[in-house]
């Protein structure tokens, strides 16, 4: 008798609207957050990269003024 009163607790709630509406919404929310830190890290990996490559190279103005 209890799992047949959470059952129909279960039921009553995955059929309501206002559930079903808050579960598309958290969803939604979850799928932009992560594309948008896939897009973050990608935009994250290219700026390092050119502060690398300028750092390394020798005629780079910061590096060649320390050296003075």
Do not use: Q
């Amino acid at each position: 008798t209890t799992f047949a009163i959470i059952r129909d607790k279960y039921k009553e709630i995955v059929s309501n609207e206002r559930f079903i509406f808050g579960v598309k919404a958290a969803g939604i929310l979850i799928i932009i957050i992560i594309i948008l830190s896939y897009i973050f890290r990608i935009i994250n990996r290219k700026k390092r990269r050119n502060r690398r490559y300028n750092y390394s190279r020798p005629n780079h103005y910061r590096k060649n003024r320390y050296r003075l």
